[in-house]
């Protein structure tokens, strides 16, 4: 089992003829998932070769409602620059996509807010999930792999991951390798984001092929407070965490556009405090939260 993403899910990419587009998109497919093709506006019935991969002519359309109805898609991975995203989303929003994974960074937060906002009103209202952006994306091991995550550094396995880092996703996935992961999932570090901790939670908790969850936070936000009332209310299964940003100085935005605290409000010690009050195992560094996580797979 898996979350969101599996070895049936059909993929497009948007903005695969770009230069990243075509880089990832040879990665996705080496990494096995079902690629059928690309949009990229005006170069619709073209084709782009990844034949060293495995697939000779993936074919261009030039919206996500054509691509949808000629290759039976449901992904969409978001590879466009930050100027054409809000559009890029709003489209494949009003295909009515069922999961979109938005990779570009710099997007402006008004222009996520938008294209969120849409996604949940309307005809099309909860018909497409947004993951993203600023996101590294989602893998099934072995499965399915959405996005820019390294395919080669985690195997199939009990372990449910939910990141906003993108680097500590693969720091974890790699740390815990031979244990296996059922999905690993990097929602992104922006102020305003689709798909959040309490939503992979969920499904976690409902996937009977997952055990544990490893949940990946840092400063800045309420998000990773929310996530322990959450957790609190409607999680069983064992959850260990690490929440980024423990010498951050106060103040200062770190890396993400998220990470922002203000006085005691989004520190690290605050949301290690509120996790471990419900029960989560909270690791001072990426490694030490890999081992806890360890010995709860190695208890079960």
């Not at 449901?74 to 994974?101: M, N, S």
């Not at 935005?253 to 520190?267: K, V």
């Not at 405090?273 to 029960?279: H, I, R």
Request: with cysteine; glycine share 14%; hydrophobic share 40%.
């Amino acid at each position: 089992m898996s979350i969101f993403l599996n070895e049936k899910s059909r993929v497009i990419v948007s903005g695969m003829t770009g230069s990243e587009g075509s880089k990832h998109t040879r990665r996705m497919l080496g990494a096995g998932t079902q690629i059928v093709g690309g949009v990229t506006p005006g170069k619709g019935g073209q084709s782009v070769d990844f034949s060293d991969v495995g697939a000779s002519a993936i074919p261009v359309f030039d919206s996500v409602a054509q691509a949808m109805a000629e290759t039976g898609a449901d992904v969409t991975v978001v590879f466009v620059p930050p100027k054409f995203a809000k559009a890029a989303v709003l489209e494949a929003i009003d295909a009515g996509i069922g999961l979109c994974v938005v990779i570009t960074e710099g997007i402006p937060v008004h222009d996520t807010i938008a294209f969120w906002t849409h996604a949940q009103q309307g005809l099309r209202a909860g018909q497409t999930r947004i993951i993203g952006p600023n996101c590294p994306g989602l893998i099934t091991p072995g499965a399915s792999n959405a996005g820019i995550i390294p395919p080669d550094i985690a195997s199939s396995g009990p372990i449910g991951l939910v990141s906003k880092s993108g680097t500590l996703t693969y720091q974890m996935m790699y740390e815990l390798g031979d244990l296996g992961f059922s999905s690993c999932v990097g929602i992104g570090g922006d102020p305003v984001i689709g798909t959040t901790h309490i939503d992979c939670l969920a499904a976690f908790e409902a996937d009977p092929d997952t055990a544990a969850m490893v949940m990946i936070g840092e400063i800045g936000g309420d998000a990773e407070e929310r996530a322990a009332a959450y957790i609190a209310e409607h999680v069983a299964k064992p959850v260990v965490a690490y929440v980024a940003g423990f010498t951050a100085p106060e103040g200062k935005t770190m890396g993400h556009a998220g990470a922002i605290i203000s006085g005691s409000a989004g520190t690290a010690q605050a949301k290690k405090e509120a996790l471990e009050a419900v029960g989560v195992k909270v690791g001072k560094t990426p490694s030490e939260t890999a081992r806890l996580m360890r010995e709860i797979v190695e208890s079960l």
